[in-house]
């Protein structure tokens, strides 16, 4: 397996184990750095993705984490001034090749947004919207249903299908832009602090979502709560803030620690992880 | 009371003159529009009426036949002359504005734009006598006759094509703010679904700027409507209802800067005409502002 002659710098014990099981990686990142102008966001972060697990990101602000996760669907593309260097491979290609069309990427690789994103449309033609994109448009309306009872959103719209969409509650939307973004069967869903938005009745209902999702897709989610990445993820990555104006080097987003959920809330290596999880700082 | 007021300073018997001054001077300001508007209305209706008791209103609205000299006052040929330019402008502005409005909103990165918008914008700060002498030196002579020899030098293609040209930077402009300020958000959640930027621009962004894109258009095509010395000095002086494109026509403004020109003395029968013209005009673009929300109503995809 590639990961083992290219293993990330900061491969926990845990995740030797992991590899040692034959999980595949969706993804394999290999010393990103990524930057917007003369900004550094992220610095030389290593680390595999691995296939049908909850991956979660956490960290304080500005460590970078939703700046990583938009390396994945090359969505930095769209900011000016955006540059990412390092390597991602995604099932051993290279994302960021030359002859790679991000537009291929972000038909595979499926992202739910911070706030809920609902096209200005019907429900039903938010859902199709990516079929459309995709050319998936043969059993359109069993297509659009099946998204949207995958989010467990059907039951609460089937009788309002050609309604606004803006006419749906906050949690609905949100699960409204998950069945968006399941319709097309991307392969990994990116989720950027997708409850941030929402109250909790809603995040509970999103949560419960992604374990069932968990058997079919690889989900990498960034998230600020702590408790939400304990409940849903089987890895998370740790983010913190380095350098500052004292150290004369401009902060950047690094990644301290990647282990077992289970190891980095119960006994995580690193000190700076410890402090964070406890709440001493960020 | 009075003392705990003094000693706190929370109560006052001044009600801040200068803060109601402000209130009123800028009630004055408001009303001053729809007071102009309500004297332009009566400006018109005034001589409007007196026009109607000399003519059938039935002989005005409903005729084809606009000769003022032997007391025909069929205004359709007139009306005919308007429509016809204002349709070829939309169809000239329309696409073109549309067009030039997603490519500065979507594609041109900033540097570019910031060269073309100015340059749009000097196009709609040119008289349009410029737009008519363009027309007759330009558009006539090197375009039309290249593509049928016969066009008459009066013509309302070259007039409907300057119009469209002159009202194109409104309608762009317009838009391109409309689209602007379509949340990225919409614009992410497209291309997170693999969208190229094509359909980003024509399917997200451009139906949820819709009702900014259908006022920009209305906008234009009632400027269009009013325009007068472009289409008077390209199109010619002839009422009548003209398909060919290479004919002259006349429209409602020009024929009332034709009359008010000086052929018509105070209280004639022409010079009535000129304000049931300028009423009918001034329906027409009413009309158009209501069906223009009515559209706008039914099919804006709200953001």
């Known amino acids: ?282 | 009371m009075q003392a705990t007021a003094t000693r706190t300073g929370l109560r006052s018997q001044r009600k801040r003159p200068v803060q109601r001054l402000v209130r009123v001077a800028l009630f004055l300001c408001a009303g001053l529009s729809v007071m102009v508007t309500g004297g332009i209305i009566y400006a018109l209706a005034a001589d409007t009426i007196s026009f109607f008791k000399d003519v059938e209103p039935a002989s005005f609205f409903l005729s084809a036949d606009w000769a003022p000299q032997s007391g025909d006052f069929g205004v359709l040929e007139l009306v005919f002359g308007t429509a016809i330019i204002s349709l070829g402008a939309m169809l000239v502005a329309g696409p073109l504005g549309v067009a030039t409005a997603i490519y500065l909103s979507e594609y041109a990165n900033p540097r570019v734009r910031k060269v073309i918008k100015p340059i749009l914008e000097v196009l709609a700060g040119v008289p349009t006598v410029v737009f008519g002498y363009f027309a007759l030196n330009f558009v006539t002579p090197s375009l039309l006759r290249a593509v049928y020899p016969g066009c008459g030098i009066f013509n309302w293609a070259s007039a409907a094509i300057v119009v469209g040209l002159f009202i194109l930077p409104t309608v762009a402009s317009l838009s391109e703010d409309a689209m602007r300020s379509v949340p990225t958000s919409l614009r992410h959640g497209a291309y997170g679904l693999g969208a190229s930027k094509l359909r980003v621009s024509a399917r997200v962004v451009a139906p949820a700027a819709l009702s900014g894109i259908v006022a920009a258009i209305i906008l234009g095509m009632s400027r269009a409507v009013g325009e007068t010395m472009a289409v008077a000095i390209a199109a010619g002086a002839t009422p009548q209802i003209a398909v060919n494109p290479c004919e002259s026509i006349q429209t409602m403004t020009a024929y009332i800067v034709q009359v008010a020109g000086g052929e018509a003395s105070t209280g004639s029968i022409q010079y009535g005409s000129i304000f049931a013209l300028g009423s009918t005009l001034f329906l027409i673009t009413l009309a158009l502002n209501y069906v223009s929300i009515r559209f706008v109503k039914r099919f804006r995809e709200a953001y």
């Open chain 1, 1 to 282: 397996m590639n990961v083992m002659t290219q293993r990330p710098n900061v491969l926990a014990p845990d995740l030797e184990d992991l590899v040692n099981e034959h999980e595949t990686s969706v993804f394999e990142v290999r010393d990103l750095t990524a930057s917007y102008g003369a900004t550094p966001a992220i610095e030389n972060v290593s680390l595999d993705i691995f296939d049908k697990k909850i991956t979660a990101v956490i960290g304080p602000s500005g460590c970078g984490k939703s700046t990583f996760i938009r390396c994945f669907n090359r969505m930095n593309d769209l900011v000016a001034g955006a540059h990412v260097g390092g390597k991602i491979f995604y099932r051993g290609e290279d994302l960021y090749a030359e002859d790679v069309d991000a537009v291929e990427v972000r038909r595979r690789i499926g992202m739910v947004f911070q706030q809920p994103n609902p096209f200005p449309k019907s429900i039903y033609d938010n859902v199709a919207f990516g079929l459309r994109v995709n050319r998936m448009t043969d059993h359109l309306d069993d297509r659009v249903e099946k998204a949207l009872q995958d989010a467990a959103l059907w039951d609460e719209v089937k009788r309002k299908i050609k309604d606004p969409a803006s006419a749906l509650s906050g949690g609905q939307q949100q699960r409204l832009c998950i069945a968006r973004a399941l319709a097309t069967n991307p392969d990994v869903l990116l989720m950027d602090e997708p409850c941030s938005a929402l109250d909790p009745i809603a995040t509970t209902k999103i949560e419960d979502l992604m374990h069932e999702l968990k058997a079919d897709y690889t989900i990498v989610i960034v998230t600020h709560n702590m408790q939400q990445a304990a409940r849903v993820s089987d890895l998370t990555a740790f983010f913190s803030v380095e350098g500052s104006a004292e150290t004369d080097r401009s902060p950047r987003g690094v990644l301290v620690e990647y282990d077992t959920t289970e190891q980095i809330f119960t006994a995580p290596n690193d000190r700076r992880t410890e402090d964070y999880i406890t709440g001493r700082f960020g």
